[in-house]
């Protein structure tokens, strides 16, 4: 509400700043007073040089009227002006008046809100995947640009990788958008995506520029292998595109689109033009994966009341599983965090993974790495992700990826996400744990876990009144309620 009014208080006044019109009609008023000026003063100046008695009484009259037509023109049009500045300088002094009072309003308003809100911070590691461009590799755009020096070669590359890394997070969700996009690797981008990512950035609205021969040219040059033994075509595995080669793409995309700007050479360098594709063609039309839409919903108040309700059993449970690996003194050591096998056998212990509907055993190393802000490092021989052995998981993580396996095993549309969520950890993961005997070694009933409560009328957190969950208690409640009744009536 007070947004809305505040949004209206400066929009008034922004638009009394500057009218439709008001230029033009100022210019035009400028101009008839200063044509009405010139023939005063030329009148004036004639009757003062060659005195009244040199004009005939016609020719006085004449003048009268010429000067009486001037000062009309005159009046009027310095009256509206100036009525019009004091009217401006009346608003502007109200304007000052009320701004403060107006900022002061709201924020008494607002400030409780905003400085009890939680805030977030992602930070994006720059490893060079999406910021690193060769020199080498680009040696052929360079040479068609009449790019020779190396050291303008060399400032050209430190250009972009700055442009680069200040658009990271965009290049890295937009990538993994379109390496998913058809069926194969989710980590490189086939022939197929590659032109799908030209179709919807809109790369080709010139074709003239870059038609659809340069287009697959240019993947086939990023595709090439440079090394004397062919090592890199093996290890990535054909035509496809991986992240850094994907980079290069784009910049060689850049070179043709931009190449000439109206008949004029307006582009210094590659890095200008990569800059200019970023911005007018690939960031506001591309498609993105928008990871922050999930992290933002399990972040909200519901879903941490549905956390916060079954804290004590999920930390129980990690503790245990966090411990589970022994295969090796790291892994020992590490018996607070969670690494990917201790989190597959979390999964197959409770029945998670499987055939269809439950997940894969592959899906279930893909979201370890994605709940850290990693991607998986490929596949093996059998199919399944590679996901490093070294990362670990901390428990907030761990929450983070049972929410995710709770959305996917529980994917009820008419259901709302903290629900799904709480019924997903009652059934499959609290209920499930106190029934197996490794947690009945903690003590009963079993000691390290508590039993599940029955619901209140309220709900509890994470709970609907008339949900199947708390359909008994309020019954309970009513029946319990109306036997009060009667023994006071």
């Known amino acids: 509400r007070f947004a809305f009014y505040t949004e209206m208080f400066f929009a008034y006044f922004e638009s009394q700043q500057e009218i439709p019109g008001l230029r033009k009609w100022v210019k035009v008023s400028m101009d008839e007073m200063d044509t009405a000026f010139n023939e005063f003063e030329t009148i004036h100046t004639d009757i003062a040089y060659y005195e009244p008695t040199h004009y005939t009484h016609e020719d006085l009259l004449a003048m009268a009227e010429k000067l009486k037509e001037t000062s009309v023109v005159l009046k009027s049009n310095m009256t509206v002006l100036f009525r ?33 809100r939680r805030v977030k911070e992602e930070s994006d590691i720059d490893d060079g995947t999406f910021t690193r ?19 303008v070669i060399e400032e050209d590359i430190e ?14 969700r937009i990538f ?26 809109q790369l080709q609205k010139n074709r003239k520029l870059l038609p659809s021969v340069r287009i697959d040219l240019i993947f086939q040059a990023c595709c090439m292998d440079h090394t004397k033994t062919g090592k890199a075509r093996i290890e990535e595995g054909g035509d496809e595109l991986i992240a850094n080669t994907w980079v290069e793409a784009m910049a060689r995309l850049s070179c043709y689109k931009y190449e000439n700007f109206e008949g004029k050479k307006k582009f210094a360098n590659i890095a200008d033009k990569l800059e200019r594709i970023l911005i007018d063609d690939v960031l ?107 990362s670990e998981m901390v428990i907030s993580e761990f929450r983070e990826a049972l929410a995710a396996v709770g959305g996917q095993l529980y994917p009820d549309p008419y259901n709302v ?31 390290g876990l508590k039993p599940l409560r029955r619901a209140s009328l309220g709900g509890g957190p994470g709970s609907r009144p008339g949900s199947p969950e708390t359909l008994g208690s309020e019954s309970d409640g009513r029946r319990g309620s109306s036997r009060e009744e009667r023994r006071r009536g």
């Open 133 to 151: 461009v060769s020199d080498i590799r680009m040696a052929a755009e360079f040479k068609r640009l009449d790019i020779l020096s190396p050291v």
């Open 417 to 447: 996400f903290d629900m799904k969520l709480q019924k997903f950890l009652r059934k499959e993961v609290i209920s499930h744990a106190l029934s197996m005997q490794r947690f009945r070694k903690l003590g009963a009933p079993p000691k």
């Open 284 to 390: 506001p039309n591309a498609c993105s994966v928008d990871v922050d839409v999930f992290r933002d919903r399990i972040d909200s108040d519901r879903v941490r009341d549905v956390f916060e309700e079954h804290k004590h059993n999920l930390k129980k449970i990690f503790q245990v599983y966090a411990a589970d690996d022994v295969s090796s003194d790291d892994a020992v050591a590490a018996n607070d965090t969670m690494n990917v096998s201790e989190l597959v056998s979390f999964g197959r212990q409770f029945n998670l993974i499987g055939g269809p509907p439950l997940l894969s055993e592959r899906a279930v190393k893909v979201l370890f790495a994605y709940v850290q802000q990693e991607d998986p490092d490929g596949e093996d021989e059998n199919g399944d992700a590679i996901v490093d052995d070294n």
């Open 176 to 201: 993994q958008f379109y390496a998913a996009a058809e069926e194969g690797d989710a980590n490189s981008m086939d022939s197929t995506e590659y032109k799908k990512f030209v179709r919807d950035a």
């Open 84 to 116: 019009a500045h004091r009217e401006c300088l009346e608003d502007r002094h109200e304007y000052r008046y009320l701004a403060p009072e107006l900022i002061r309003l709201v924020w008494q308003s607002l400030c409780t809100t905003v400085l009890s």
């Open 159 to 172: 250009d972009m990788k700055t442009i680069l890394k200040g658009r990271i997070r965009d290049m890295k």
